[in-house]
């Protein structure tokens, strides 16, 4: 195993190679818990054995991924991401921080057709849903609903990929209808996803 881990530390840091990226991912296999077909891992990625990997997914170049972390297919990642799952003590005023140690490892779970943009941030605990958009710089801390786009620190919710319409006028057309047309229409729309993340969405946008 430790020898394992330089081949890929090797094969990282040689760029020119021809083929490399085949060579990273090939090794890479090697080493984490479990790697899909087709995946891409770009020079000077870094990660732990903890790691698992689905189909036509990348890790971008050098991005950094910690601990136990679970990313779906067809995920794709910029540069310089970093995805954390455990962060440092620091709940005792009387104790130093850096006398208080880590907190427990919490996993990271990235689902399927997620794209994550140049040196996003993701903390311990995060669960990003389908199909949604991480905007660059971003810093994500909890649940991002399925389809969702969001982004800035810490990250919220921009708009929704999967109706094609501003939320403002998705509230407009569900105020046009009468109750229970409105009502089968929301069911249908919030079907498997997060409902009470996406009804709080909508509270904070008709204040605006």
């Known amino acids: ?36 077909e087709n995946v891409n891992v770009e020079k000077g990625a870094s990660f732990t054995p903890e790691l698992v990997i689905g189909d036509n997914s990348g890790i971008g170049i050098n991005s950094e991924i910690y601990g136990p972390v679970f990313i779906g297919n067809n995920v794709l990642m910029g540069p310089e991401v970093i995805i ?19 907190d427990d490892y919490k996993k990271v779970v990235i689902e399927d057709d997620v794209w994550i943009g140049r040196r996003a941030m993701i903390m311990p605990g995060s669960h990003i849903g389908k199909g949604a958009v991480i905007a660059a710089g971003a810093v994500v801390s909890g649940n991002v609903p399925e389809y969702a786009v969001v982004g800035g620190v810490p990250a919220k919710v921009i708009k929704y990929r999967k109706w094609g ?26 079907r498997n996803i997060d409902r009470k993340q996406y009804m709080m969405d909508f509270c904070v946008i008709s204040k605006e």
């Open 165 to 190: 319409l501003s939320m403002k006028r998705l509230l407009c057309i569900i105020s046009c209808m009468n109750t229970g047309g409105a009502e089968t229409f929301l069911m249908k729309m919030f």
């Open 1 to 36: 195993m430790f020898f394992i881990k330089w081949l890929v530390i090797i094969c990282q840091r040689l760029s020119i190679l021809s083929g490399g990226g085949k060579y990273r991912t090939k090794l890479t296999s090697k080493i984490i818990r479990s790697c899909g």
């Open 84 to 102: 954390y799952t455990q962060n440092h003590s620091y709940s005792k005023k009387s104790v130093l921080i850096r006398n208080q140690g880590y």
